[in-house]
C-alpha cells in the first residue's frame, strides 16, 4: 500500500485551477484572486475572466509576466500598486473594503500605540519599537510571525520585547482588532516596502 502524500499549497492550487478549467462554462464570470498561475490558461475559458493582484508588484518577475500576459485583465488594490506595471491591463482598482460594523469608535485612548500586522522584517516592527519608546509612549504589538519569520522574531525582534514599554500581544482574531486599534492613541505602520 502506498502512503499518502500531501500536497504543497501550490499543488492545491494547481488541481483548483484544472476544476475551474473543466466547469467555465458553468460560470458568467470567473474571477481569479492566485497572483498570475491562470494566466496561460484563459484563453481556454468558455467564459470571460478577470485577476485581482493581491500582492507586491515591483520584482521583475512580476513585471516581466505582466508584460507577457498583457491581454489578460487585472484589477488592482491600490493606484499606487499600478505603479511598477503601467502597461499592465488594468481594468479597475478595487479597494478592499471592512464591514462598517468592524471597528467601532471608541472616544477613549487607553494610552499606548499599536502595531498590528505581521512581524517580519518589511513591516519593520523594530522600528515601530525604537519610534514608541523614543516617543515615551508604551507599545503594543498584536502580530502573528509566520514560520519563515521565526528566526528573524527570535534573533531580532523578542531581544527588544525585554525591555519597558513594549508588550507583545500575539495574533489576534479580527473581532479583537476593534477594541485593540480602538485603544491605542495611534498605529505605528513603519513598513520598508511598497505595501499594495
Same mark, same amino acid.
Given at each position: ?53 493581491? +500582492?507586491?508588484?515591483? *520584482? ?36 478592499? *473594503? ?37 516617543? +515615551? ?32 500581544? +500575539?495574533?489576534?482574531?479580527? *473581532?479583537?482588532? *476593534? ?18
Amino acid at each position: 500500500a502506498g502512503k499518502a502524500v500531501e500536497l504543497k499549497p501550490g499543488g492545491y492550487h494547481v488541481m483548483l485551477l484544472d476544476e475551474v478549467l473543466r466547469a467555465s462554462g458553468e460560470f458568467d464570470v470567473i474571477h481569479f484572486h492566485l497572483d498570475y498561475l491562470q494566466f496561460p490558461s484563459v484563453h481556454k475559458l468558455a467564459t470571460p475572466s478577470v485577476t485581482t493582484l493581491h +500582492g507586491r508588484l515591483d *520584482g521583475t518577475e512580476t513585471v516581466r509576466i505582466l508584460r507577457r500576459f498583457s491581454h489578460v485583465p487585472v484589477v488592482s488594490i491600490s493606484h499606487a500598486q499600478r505603479a511598477p506595471a503601467p502597461e499592465a491591463n488594468w481594468v479597475a482598482t478595487i479597494y478592499h *473594503g471592512l464591514p462598517t460594523n468592524l471597528l467601532p469608535f471608541r472616544p477613549r485612548s487607553e494610552g499606548y500605540l499599536a502595531f498590528l500586522g505581521r512581524i517580519s522584517p518589511e513591516k519593520l516592527p523594530d522600528r515601530a519599537i525604537a519610534i514608541a519608546r523614543r516617543a +515615551g509612549v508604551p507599545l503594543r504589538i498584536a502580530a502573528k510571525v509566520d514560520r519563515v519569520d521565526t528566526a528573524y522574531f527570535e534573533e531580532r525582534i523578542r531581544p527588544l520585547l525585554a525591555g519597558p514599554g513594549v508588550e507583545f500581544v +500575539g495574533e489576534i482574531s479580527d *473581532g479583537e482588532k *476593534g477594541a485593540f486599534l480602538g485603544g491605542a492613541l495611534g498605529v505605528l505602520f513603519p513598513i520598508d516596502w511598497p505595501e499594495p
